[in-house]
């Protein structure tokens, strides 16, 4: 398994446009888990899905904001109407979910990011 | 709500041993995490605690009282790759599967 992977890395918009990013998860890992990460910050929390099902939002996010995983593998976050304040790395991680202690958010596997500019 | 406070940077040398505190307020509690994270790179798990006590692996440990609502990460035999952000994280709510992280602590490890 080549791990998390994320497209496109780098992403540099101009302020209104709509950005897409992809995420696709270790193979056998059920919970997928969006996070933001800002410059001398730690990741913050955005979305997770179980499957295909999407089990909590940030209420930080805003209507902008929109994250899929329409047949439990891949996953994909739109932000509409960009704002210079999205810029940030947008992390996706995934983890395996069962009845062991090392499952679910105790042990994620995160990407390598995409890094979003908004100018 | 949640939060973690750890200091902002730790500084050490080569060889030595670091540690990296770590407190935390929760509704619940359901086990301190803590993650490395390089520069330009993405944050990597290093370990788990759902217990009191010592968890060891490698050159790296970590400490949990949940009484104390605290934690740290040990770092011994310091190495120059050692040098990245460390942040500990909890997940807080039965409700919730979330991972809260803090604004992590950077360690600069010199020669």
């Known amino acids: 398994d080549t791990g998390v992977s994320q497209n496109p890395r780098h992403k540099i918009t101009k302020r209104g446009q709509n950005v897409t990013f992809r995420c696709d998860p270790i193979?056998?890992?059920?919970?997928l888990y969006w996070y933001r990460q800002t410059l001398g910050q730690g990741p913050e929390f955005l979305t997770y899905?179980?499957?295909?099902?999407?089990l909590e939002k940030s209420r930080l996010l805003s209507d902008r904001f929109s994250a899929e995983r329409p047949k439990g593998s891949f996953s994909t976050l739109e932000i509409q109407r960009t704002e210079q304040g999205d810029s940030a790395m947008y992390l996706c991680?995934?983890?395996?979910w069962g009845t062991g202690v090392l499952s679910g958010a105790n042990v994620l596997t995160f990407g390598a990011g995409s890094r979003l500019t908004v100018l | 709500g949640q939060s973690l406070e750890q200091p902002s940077e730790v500084t050490a040398v080569e060889g030595a041993i670091v540690q990296i505190n770590c407190t935390y307020q929760?509704?619940?509690?359901?086990?301190l995490s803590w993650y490395q994270q390089h520069d330009g790179g993405a944050p990597t798990f290093l370990s788990y605690?759902?217990?009191?006590g010592l968890e060891e692996t490698g050159r790296f440990s970590s400490f949990l009282s949940r009484s104390d609502s605290y934690g740290y990460l040990l770092l011994q035999e310091l190495q120059m790759k050692d040098s990245a952000s460390y942040f500990c994280?909890?997940?807080?709510?039965?409700?919730?599967?979330?991972?809260?992280f803090g604004t992590g602590t950077r360690l600069q490890v010199f020669p």
């Open positions: 899905f179980q499957n295909e099902a999407q």
């Open positions: 929760t509704s619940g509690f359901y086990g």
């Open positions: 193979s056998e890992h059920n919970r």
């Open positions: 605690n759902a217990l009191d």
């Open positions: 994280a909890v997940r807080g709510s039965d409700n919730t599967d979330k991972l809260i």
């Open positions: 991680a995934s983890s395996p």
